[in-house]
Every structure is written in C-alpha cells, then in structure tokens.
C-alpha cells in the first residue's frame, strides 16, 4: 500500500499581514511547517498556528530561513556555517516554547527558500542545519529535498530524514528545483500539479523542466501556502490520494518513528 506525508509551508503572516488560508489548510494536510519569525511569522503567528496544528492533529514542524523578512527568506545569503548552525538552534527554540505552551510536540524541522535550496548542493551548510537540529533534539526529522546534499548529510550524522518533493514547483535535470526568477518554475495548473504527485509516488519519477525524466523517492509532498491556488491544490490532491489508494500518514509515521 502507498502512504504519503502531506505537508504545507504556513505560520506566515507578520503582524496585521495576512498571508495563506492556514484555517483551512491544516486540517487538510498531514505535518505543517510553521515559519519561526526569520523570513516570515512572528510570536503571536507561531502561537496561534501551533494551537491550530493541535486542534486539528496535524504534526508541527519549524520552517527555519535566513533572516530576511524583505525578501521572504528568498535571497542567498553568505552566512557561515557555525552561524547557520546558531540560527536554526535560534528559531526551533523559539517554535518549541510556543508548541510546549499548546501542548504539542515539535516533531520535525524544514529548512526554508533560500536556505533549503542553497544547502541542497553545499554539504558544509547542510552539515550545519543537521548539526543544529540535532544538539536541539536528536528526535526531530530532517525534511529536505529528495536526493539533496541536506539527506546524505543527515544520514552521516545519524539524524531522522526524511525526502521531500513538491507539488507545486518544477524540476531542473539534477533533480533541484527551478528558481522561482526562471519562467515555468511554478506549477499553475492543479490537475498538472495532480498528475506529478501521482506519478512521484507510485513511479518514483517526475519530469524535468527540459522534459527529462528523473528519478526522484518522496516520503512527503510538499504544497506552498503562500500560493495563490494553495487550498484548491490541496484540495485536489488529497482527493486524489483518496482515489488511488494512497493514504495520507504524517511524517512520524512515514518513517516509523516514535
């Protein structure tokens, strides 16, 4: 039987900006990864998605970026590693009191933007992001791009990983993601986004921008909240995980682990 994890990227509203449809996107999605304040969201944000992620049962993970509020965690930055490592002890922590507070455990920690796709191919920051999450908790799992350097950094220091792949986002020929700069980087049309997360998880195959076919092992798609069609995807893709037999587990049980 297939099962897959369903996560979406939420926590991002700042203050009296409203950003994504989080009350209605959490009970549909499995794990959340919930911004920690850096590249979006703020104290009271963090402390209202975690009760969220409580009443509905849905597994909480940080969503951990560069400080970078302007440009939404999106620009590379040249941060050292030990330093990357300090911010991702900085925002888990910070994420982890507001779940204590709801009563609910942080079960899993997502790199975001920049930062994500930066450490896909840089093994000394992966390196540092592994590092970081696991002086934390050695419990808490990695999500990271499928067949990224951020996995096999994990996977040297004994840390919980697990693959991601992504619904709403093209792929270049190596298996990264398509810049958002680059025309055709985003996934507009649902019933595309439907087709490609049916065949990365029963095929283990997605295709590339340039029409290549490319090996790719999801333990979890992934459903941007910010997106203008984010609930209709959503929406879509659960339903169609219904019909073909594919149930929906949170991370945790992906990978069974306690």
Not at 62 to 80: E, I, T, W
């Amino acid at each position: 039987m297939y099962a897959i994890d369903l996560n979406s990227d939420l926590g991002e509203s700042y203050g009296a900006y409203k950003m994504g449809r989080d009350e209605q996107i959490i009970p549909l999605v499995s794990s959340a990864n919930v911004a920690c304040g850096f590249h979006a969201g703020d104290p009271t944000i963090m402390a209202k998605t975690a009760a969220l992620c409580k009443d509905a049962g849905v597994c909480i993970g940080a969503h951990p970026g560069y400080p970078d509020l302007q440009g939404f965690g999106r620009r590379n930055m040249n941060v050292s590693p030990a330093d990357v490592k300090n911010l991702i002890l900085y925002q888990v922590g910070a994420l982890d009191a507001f779940c204590k507070s709801a009563g609910i455990e942080l079960r899993h920690v997502k790199p975001h933007g920049a930062l994500y796709n930066m450490a896909a191919k840089d093994a000394a920051l992966s390196r540092a992001i592994c590092e970081g999450i696991q002086e934390f908790n050695p419990r808490l799992i990695l999500l990271g791009l499928s067949g990224s350097e951020m996995l096999r950094q994990a996977a040297v220091i004994g840390l919980p990983c697990a693959a991601e792949v992504f619904a709403d986002r093209a792929y270049e020929d190596d298996g990264t993601l398509v810049a958002r700069t680059k025309p055709g980087a985003m996934i507009q049309d649902e019933d595309e986004a439907v087709r490609r997360v049916i065949g990365m998880i029963k095929n283990h195959t997605v295709t590339s921008i340039t029409g290549k076919t490319i090996e790719i092992c999801p333990d979890s798609v992934c459903v941007h909240g910010d997106s203008e069609k984010a609930l209709l995807f959503v929406k879509k893709i659960r339903a169609a995980l219904a019909a073909e037999g594919i149930a929906v587990k949170p991370l945790p049980e992906i990978l069974n682990v306690g």
